[in-house]
């Protein structure tokens, strides 16, 4: 089993930054990839980023490539998710979650997930 909590978000105004944060536990952390994603209101949910388990890989959106930046920081457990020049249309509840070895984009491929935490951006 894995365990995800996810911590940061806010509110914050367009053109701002904010940082989220999801601490893994319960497997080895190098043997998991974690991926983000977000629901926004009236949305499905939807893929943001993710990083493999070896943190050498990551894959963004085309919605936030270049504004977005993921790590992971092994010494913590924790992959952060690094969000620059927000506008109100990444005004979404923001989940992380983690499968073994290989990133994915697609939210059926990823077993174990957070609770998730809001992000809101004003205009």
């Known amino acids: 089993q894995v365990q995800l909590v996810e911590s940061g978000g806010g509110l914050v105004q367009a053109g701002g930054s904010l940082s989220v944060s999801c601490t893994v536990s319960?497997?080895?952390?190098?043997?998991?990839?974690v991926g983000w994603f977000r629901r926004a209101p009236g949305k499905e949910r939807e893929f943001v980023a993710a990083?493999?388990?070896?943190?050498?890989?990551?894959y963004y959106a085309d919605s936030v490539k270049g504004r977005f930046t993921i790590s992971r920081d092994s010494t913590k457990n924790t992959v952060h998710l690094q969000m620059n020049t927000l506008k109100p249309e990444d005004t979404a509840v923001y989940y992380c979650a983690a499968r073994m070895l290989a990133t994915a984009r697609t939210e059926d491929e990823y077993p174990y997930w957070g609770q998730g935490t809001q992000v809101t951006v004003s205009s």
């Open positions: 319960g497997r080895t952390f190098s043997s998991v990839a």
């Open positions: 990083i493999n388990w070896g943190g050498i890989n990551t």
